[in-house]
Structure formats: structure tokens, C-alpha cells
């Protein structure tokens, strides 16, 4: 597999200097400064893939074109938007960039409560802590109807968990919740946050399903012109939050991407981590199954606590077999070698590494972005790699 690392731009605290050094030859970027759905000039994808070509790296990934809103409500000026998405995909692909990640879930993107969770190790891990997240949706944001997403049970440790945060706690969680994580599209406060979601009112998982079937009618056939290979990333965490749908989370909501559009320029991201955070995901087994269509992988294992809560482990441990995931995926590797196709090797980065030595303590960091623990995932990730070629197993 292409050893990728994701980076930030220009301004990352991890510089593309310390990405050579990590043992990675592509890059996984994006025009982060253009979230508002235009179209990406051509001057900018250019000058983004110039700094990285002079630091001897390839801008092997685009992640993410971000996903207009309107898409996902199926507001009228998605049409509109619809025209700037394709003219993206056309920009980068005319530049030599054709694996584009991009994720559909609405109003907020990948989510924590914890940014600092301290290990055994005493390093520290990004956490999802759902007693956490139930006290602020039910409590602090008071989100209309919010009772009706939880048990009698959860709710009563809901209450329990808000009565034994102090002031401070409670503003951290919701800074973690809605402020905008790396690479999130939107910011919010409480009140725009209350009005984001007021925009999903009547949208249940059926219509939000219809609206990416939409979605994908509109990009792919522009994709499937241009060479470019487009690559939905799961939801993360892969289940309902503040009573929004979400409709890439399992195997048969895959299927029903694939599907929607049958067509090569239609794939999966695959990231171990989002898709791991549900024990009813065969990890292993998805792979597999969706394996022709894996354009793109992010590994990284995640350890799921009885009450639903969740932490990234380590890139070995958590609930996923790691060592099976990348054999199944170097096999696919040499399958599509002997078929021929240009796109055999599949590019992959370590994902939200812990915070680990002289990271910790710095000022400026991207929370599951740090150097030294991606670092240490990768190497942990290639060892597997270089085993599986030095026993012939793919």
C-alpha cells in the first residue's frame, strides 16, 4: 500500500519535512481554507501541489472537497452546488490528483468529548464518552425533543454525570462537541448550533439516503469521465447523534452507496476506526466484501467500553484485527496487479494517533494529529506490510 500522511497545509505544525522523515511518500491534503461549497481555483490546487512536490512528496489524496449543506437537506441551491462540485473534481483531476475523500454526515463531522484522555500509558487518546455527550444533548444544549434518543436508564446517568461536572468540565465537552475539530466544515455556538440542527426537522434516514443517492448521481459521471476515484469516509462515530440520521455507518448502508451508482468512480474510504466503533461490524469480512471498490483506507483501532463509550487504542490493539484488515488488502493489491489496472496500490495513513513524549505539552497541535504517535502507528502499520511481502502472503 502507498503510505500516505495527512496534512493540514501550510500552516500544520507538523511540516511536510517531519512527514518525509515519518517514512510516508503521499500526502493527503485539501484546500482547508475553502469550506463554503465554491468551486477550488485552479491556482490554488496547483500552488497546494507545488509546495508538496518540492518537499519530494505527491499529493496522492484529496481529503475533503467539503459537502455543501444543501446537498444533504436537498435545498434547492444544491443544483448550484452540484456545478461547483463537479468543476472541483474536473480542477484536480486536470492537476494529476484523482482519489477525492469526502463524508456526508450532517451538521457535525467526526466527534469526541475528550481530547485528552490519559492511557495507562500516560500518553493521551482522543474519547467519545456517551454519558459525557448524553448530559450535554439533554442538559446543556436542551435540544427539543432529545429524550426521546435515550433510554429511562441513560438519561437517569445523563443527569447524574451533569450533577458531578464542574462548570469548566461541562464548557471543554461542549468546545470538543461543536467548536469544530481539524478538518470539521462548520463552527458553531450554542444557539447557531440548535439552528443547524432545526434545518434537519422531517429529514430521517430515508430522505438523507435519497439525498446522497442524489449526490452521487450529480459527481459521479463527471468522476467516471475524469479518471478521478471518489471515496465516501464513514460516519464517525458510525450511530445517531442529537437525533440526526446517519446512513454511512454499517455494511448494508455501503451496499447501498455502491449501488446507488455502479460505477468504479464510486468507492469507499474504509476507515478501520469509524466503521470499528459498531461490535456488529466485521471489520475483516466488510473488507473483503467491498474490496474492488476500496479507493482509499484510514487504520487506526478503536476499544469500545460496555456503556458505548469509546477511545483510540493502539493501531494494534482495539477491536480490530489489524493484521488480517492489511492482508486482505495487500491481496487485493496483487488481485487488481494481475488485472492490470493502473489504480492497484491502495494509498493509506495512520489516523488519530495518541499524544505521545515531546508532543505533549505543545501549544500548537491538531488533537489526534500529533507527530510522534501517527509516527508510531505507521511504523507499526509497515512492519505488518513488510511481513506480509516477505512471506508471500499477497
Excluded at 467519545?128 to 438519561?155: C, E, H, M, W
Excluded at 466544515?185 to 435519497?210: H, M, Q, T, V
Excluded at 469480512?285 to 487506526?300: G, N, P, S, T
Excluded at 488519530?352 to 507527530?371: F, Q, T
Amino acid at each position: 500500500m502507498e503510505q500516505c500522511w495527512r496534512w493540514y497545509g501550510p500552516d500544520d505544525p507538523v511540516t511536510l519535512e517531519h512527514v518525509r522523515q515519518a517514512g510516508a511518500t503521499g500526502v493527503v491534503s485539501a484546500l482547508h481554507h475553502i469550506y463554503d461549497g465554491r468551486a477550488w481555483p485552479e491556482a490554488d490546487v496547483l500552488e497546494r501541489k507545488r509546495i508538496i512536490e518540492a518537499a519530494g512528496l505527491t499529493w496522492s489524496v484529496v481529503e475533503s472537497i467539503p459537502v455543501h449543506n444543501s446537498f444533504k437537506i436537498g435545498a434547492p441551491e444544491r443544483e448550484r452546488y452540484a456545478g461547483y462540485y463537479r468543476d472541483s473534481i474536473r480542477t484536480l483531476a486536470k492537476a494529476g490528483i484523482k482519489t477525492i475523500c469526502y463524508n456526508f454526515m450532517p451538521v457535525v463531522d467526526w466527534t469526541r468529548t475528550d481530547l485528552m484522555y490519559r492511557l495507562p500509558t500516560t500518553g493521551y487518546a482522543l474519547r467519545f464518552d456517551a454519558i459525557d455527550f448524553a448530559a450535554y444533548d439533554l442538559f446543556v444544549l436542551q435540544r427539543k425533543n432529545g429524550a426521546a434518543s435515550y433510554t429511562p436508564a441513560r438519561i437517569a446517568e445523563a443527569e447524574r454525570r451533569l450533577k458531578a461536572l464542574a462548570p469548566e468540565q461541562v464548557d471543554q465537552i461542549e468546545r470538543n462537541l461543536i467548536a469544530g475539530l481539524p478538518a470539521t466544515e462548520r463552527s458553531y455556538n450554542r444557539d447557531s448550533f440548535r439552528e443547524a440542527l432545526a434545518e434537519y426537522d422531517g429529514i430521517g434516514p430515508k430522505e438523507l439516503r435519497d439525498n446522497l443517492a442524489w449526490f452521487l448521481r450529480e459527481i459521479i459521471p463527471v468522476a467516471e469521465e475524469e479518471g478521478v476515484r471518489m471515496c465516501i469516509h464513514p460516519d464517525d462515530p458510525p450511530f445517531s447523534l442529537y437525533g440526526l440520521p446517519r446512513v454511512v455507518s454499517t455494511a448494508q448502508d455501503a451496499r447501498f452507496i455502491l449501488e446507488a451508482v455502479d460505477s468504479p468512480a464510486n468507492g469507499l474510504t474504509f476507515c478501520t476506526g469509524s466503521y470499528g466503533t459498531r461490535a456488529d461490524n466485521d471489520i475483516v469480512a466488510m473488507v473483503k466484501e467491498f474490496a474492488d471498490r476500496i479507493h482509499f483506507v484510514h487504520l487506526r483501532n478503536i476499544t469500545i467500553e460496555e456503556d458505548g463509550s469509546f477511545y483510540e487504542a493502539e493501531h494494534l490493539e482495539g477491536g480490530t484485527d489489524m493484521a488480517h484488515v492489511i492482508l486482505a488488502l495487500m491481496q487485493e493489491e496483487a488481485r487488481r496487479r494481475k488485472e492490470g489496472r493502473a489504480d492497484w496500490r491502495i494509498p493509506m495513513r495512520p489516523d488519530h494517533g495518541h499524544l505521545l513524549a515531546d508532543d505533549i505539552g505543545k501549544k500548537k497541535i491538531n488533537p489526534g494529529y500529533s507527530l510522534i504517535g501517527r509516527l508510531k502507528g505507521l511504523a507499526e502499520l509497515r512492519g505488518i506490510m513488510r511481513a506480509v511481502e516477505r512471506f508471500g502472503l499477497a
